[in-house]
């Protein structure tokens, strides 16, 4: 039997139930249990494709070309493996497929309601996923008592019931504040958060408590009591230096034991030799470098935070610390390269829109003209090529038709099958293509390979009519879709000391133990230019 843990929210959203779902799964994984995680995301969007990263941090993509909530990167880089789109089930998912259920006379006539259709659609999901792997880890977003979150509740309460108890487990993530006056945790919002789901018909087998500090002893002795959890169930989650270090506290907390032998699992031993060693080795490093990120969305850090991890994985592997210059696109434009000056290297990631242009491409030509080691992505890849095109090639005016359609010089345009879409959602270049790598190229030296399958999330190219003038002029396009020649994936300058970008994502694959090689030949770079 398949067996379930979910995992809820109480007290405030935010607090870390993706990591500790993420941190769970490994757990697991490293116990030898065939394991995976789900993420259920109550909003009613279909996906978090045309979501602002304001809002929702991160877009991430799949292999499969789904566009999903940032936990699933939290899940693919903790548990070293890559999900699909069915593994984020959303409300606009559920509600869409009923209905169209409805439409199609599958319910015979009878009047369609939350229960019994939309739970079982979601428990359909949820076992669809499931059918491969011993032990589904399901983050249920949200906090309970979200209006929101209410189907996906109670269908979880009827798999406990279906699948019968010893199948199925609950572990609920609080809140539990310190107040400076009284100067003692407090409990009260945490059993509050516990009657609301027991009210629900959901009782947690553990409580993982989230606080800045560890739990006082005499915090868990009133949360087990009046939360009717074990006190070994009722798991210290303080505050750490960083997220890598979640696994190892919940291991020494003892919560994947406990769930071990509450599932009727047998009891082994995890293999935590590699994971231990790399974030020790993180946490000792003492040398730094300071790459600067030019985006449009920095003031809110998750906007970029495959970046940010990537950037770490390549911190390990370099035995360099990396620390982050954040650099408002717009304030470069207004105040100038000075909030460059100083960095060991810059890289201008994705993002979609006008705002922010020229402060981006501010930053690429301070990069290239300095010999700044330079890292772009998506669009920071297309604005690479329009920099080059005006202040290299003399096209003055050139652009991307996204941003100026009246451009003279369209350096940048949509394939013609992409004109006349009508719809945003889903409609891009989306998820894993093949990407063909040029030989005697500084990406074939990165890559090792000359086939690599990279995951992409944009809609406009490189206009080929362009590509042999700016190959005349020294740029390279040592990297080209595997699938179609017309379309340029990755560019070089000869002669810098790194300067590459490319038109997919690489952030998205990065993993702790494996960095995405372009991140870790920038900070190789930098290290180089800074230490030589």
């Known amino acids: 039997m398949t067996k379930f843990i979910f995992v809820t929210g109480g007290v405030v959203s935010g607090l870390g139930k993706g990591i500790t779902s993420a941190s769970l799964g490994m757990l697991m994984k490293a116990r030898g249990f065939r394991t995976t995680n789900i993420k259920i995301d109550p909003y009613i969007n279909y996906d978090a494709g045309t979501m602002n990263p304001y809002q929702h941090g991160e877009v991430f993509v799949l292999d499969d070309g789904g566009e999903v909530d940032l936990d699933?990167?939290?899940?693919?880089?903790?548990?070293d493996t890559s999900l699909s789109f069915d593994h984020n089930i959303t409300t606009g998912k559920v509600y869409s497929a009923v209905i169209e259920k409805e439409r199609k006379g599958e319910y015979l006539g009878a009047t369609v309601q939350v229960i019994p259709h939309i739970t079982n659609e979601i428990k359909e999901r949820i076992r669809r996923i499931a059918r491969d792997y011993e032990v589904v880890i399901v983050e249920i977003g949200?906090?309970?008592?979200?209006?929101?979150?209410?189907?996906?509740?109670?269908?979880?309460r009827q798999m406990q019931l279906e699948e019968g108890r010893e199948n199925v487990a609950?572990?609920?993530?609080?809140?539990?504040?310190?107040?400076?006056?009284?100067?003692?945790?407090?409990?009260?919002?945490?059993?509050?958060?516990?009657?609301?789901?027991?009210?629900?018909?959901?009782?947690?087998?553990?409580?993982?408590?989230?606080?800045?500090?560890?739990?006082?002893?005499?915090?868990?002795?009133?949360?087990?009591?009046f939360t009717n959890v074990p006190g070994e169930a009722v798991?210290?989650?303080?505050?750490?230096?960083?997220?890598?270090?979640?696994?190892?506290?919940?291991?020494?907390?003892?919560?994947?034991r406990y769930l071990?032998?509450?599932l009727g699992l047998p009891e082994r031993e995890p293999e935590l030799r590699a994971w231990r060693e790399m974030v020790e080795k993180y946490r000792s490093l003492e040398r730094e470098v300071e790459i600067a990120i030019v985006g449009k969305y920095v003031k809110l850090a998750d906007s970029y935070l495959s970046i940010k991890e990537a950037l770490k994985h390549s911190s390990v592997a370099n035995d360099v610390k990396v620390k982050i210059r954040w650099i408002e696109a717009e304030e470069l434009e207004k105040v100038g390269t000075k909030l460059l000056e100083g960095v060991d290297g810059i890289i201008v990631p994705g993002g979609f829109g006008a705002r922010g242009t020229e402060g981006k491409m501010m930053a690429i030509r301070y990069a290239r003209e300095k010999d700044i080691p330079f890292l772009g992505i998506c669009f920071g890849f297309q604005l690479t090529v329009v920099e080059f095109a005006r202040n290299v090639l003399g096209l003055k005016g050139a652009h991307s038709t996204e941003i100026d359609p009246q451009t003279p010089y369209p350096v940048v345009d949509l394939m013609p099958e992409q004109r006349y879409l009508?719809?945003?959602?889903?409609?891009?270049r989306l998820g894993a293509y093949p990407v063909y790598i040029k030989p005697n190229t500084l990406a074939r030296g990165l890559y090792g390979r000359e086939i690599v399958y990279e995951r992409h999330r944009h809609r406009w190219e490189v206009n080929p009519d362009y590509v042999e003038k700016f190959e005349e002029a020294g740029l390279v396009f040592s990297g080209i879709a595997g699938d179609d020649a017309r379309r340029m994936e990755i560019l070089e300058l000869?002669?810098?000391?790194?300067?590459?970008?490319?038109?997919?994502?690489?952030?998205?694959?990065?993993?702790?133990?494996?960095?995405?090689?372009?991140?870790?030949?920038?900070v190789k770079a930098a290290k180089e230019r800074r230490y030589g």
């Open 72 to 79: 699933l990167g939290n899940y693919e880089r903790f548990l």
């Open 142 to 156: 949200g906090t309970a008592g979200d209006i929101e979150s209410m189907p996906f509740l109670e269908a979880a």
């Open 170 to 225: 609950f572990v609920h993530v609080t809140y539990v504040p310190k107040l400076k006056v009284v100067g003692e945790q407090k409990t009260k919002p945490t059993q509050h958060s516990v009657k609301e789901l027991r009210s629900l018909g959901i009782q947690p087998d553990a409580i993982v408590a989230r606080s800045e500090e560890p739990l006082e002893e005499s915090a868990r002795l009133k949360i087990s009591l």
């Open 235 to 256: 798991i210290s989650a303080y505050d750490v230096e960083d997220t890598y270090e979640v696994p190892l506290l919940l291991e020494k907390e003892g919560l994947a």
């Open 260 to 262: 071990t032998r509450r």
């Open 422 to 428: 009508d719809r945003l959602g889903g409609t891009m």
């Open 494 to 522: 000869p002669g810098h000391r790194y300067f590459i970008a490319t038109q997919f994502h690489p952030e998205f694959k990065s993993r702790p133990m494996s960095p995405a090689p372009v991140f870790n030949g920038l």
